[in-house]
Nanobody, 123 residues
Framework: QVQLVESGGGLVQAGGSLRLSCAAS????????MGWFRQAPGKEREFVAT????????YYADSVKGRFTISRDNAKNTVYLQMNSLEPEDTAVYYC????????????????WGQGTQVTVSS
């Protein structure tokens, strides 16, 4: 099992940027595909982005494509989510997840989760 801790959330105006970080410990980070998901109040958790174990393959939800970038540093056991051109609709709690093996957009396939970090985008 790997433990995950997210950071970097906060309050930002529409059009602004934030970078989220997710630090992993207790496991072989380079063996896990990583994903970012988010959950807005009253809504289901939704997929945002995922990255393969090597970092060479990424996949994004249509709603964030071109604005968000997922990356990882296996030497630092950390995955990042760079969020640009933020919109009020991006307001949510953002969670990182770890999945042994190949990357996936399906949250049900992830069995390691962080506690989440709040992102609030004001209009």
């Amino acid at each position: 099992q790997v433990q995950l801790v997210e950071s970097g959330g906060g309050l930002v105006q529409a059009g602004g940027s934030l970078r989220l970080s997710c630090a992993a410990s207790g496991g072989t980070f380079s063996s896990y595909a990583m994903g970012w998901f988010r959950q807005a109040p009253g809504k289901e958790r939704e997929f945002v982005a995922t990255i393969s174990v090597s970092g060479l393959s990424t996949y994004y939800a249509d709603s964030v494509k071109g604005r968000f970038t997922i990356s990882r540093d296996n030497a630092k056991n950390t995955v990042y989510l760079q969020m640009n051109s933020l919109e009020p609709e991006d307001t949510a709690v953002y969670y990182c997840g770890a999945k042994y093996g190949s990357s996936s957009r399906h949250g049900s396939q992830y069995n390691n989760w962080g506690q989440g970090t709040q992102v609030t985008v004001s209009s």
